[in-house]
């Protein structure tokens, strides 16, 4: 049995203001349903749907793992963390689908 990859990402909201660190074994499904609203709660409430960040991962445990180190840093360090990758903060989701 093949081992299932796994991804963390980082959404925002259109304003750059609130982030959120997630984890999934299918991005592009995941970020479709923040970006329509099909998941209750923190990332409906603020309009999460920018997909800013991600990682991918050969398996989940290890992507889990990432997960909860990110969601431990202050906001600076995750800011640096995106910058590098995407110094203007745009919207990644059609790089994936």
């Known amino acids: 049995m093949t081992e299932q990859k796994g991804y963390v990402y980082i959404l925002t909201n259109t304003n750059n203001t609130v982030l959120y660190t997630g984890v999934t074994s299918n991005l592009v499904k995941r ?36 997960e909860k180190q990110i969601k431990g840093w202050l906001r600076s360090k995750k800011v640096s963390l995106i910058e590098k990758v995407n110094l203007d903060w745009v919207d990644l989701y059609l ?3």
């Open 31 to 66: 970020v479709y349903e923040h970006k329509n609203k099909e998941v209750r709660g923190f990332t409906e409430k603020y309009n999460l749907h920018k997909l800013i960040y991600y990682e991918i991962f050969e398996d989940m445990i290890n992507a889990i793992m990432r």
């Open 95 to 97: 790089s994936i689908i």
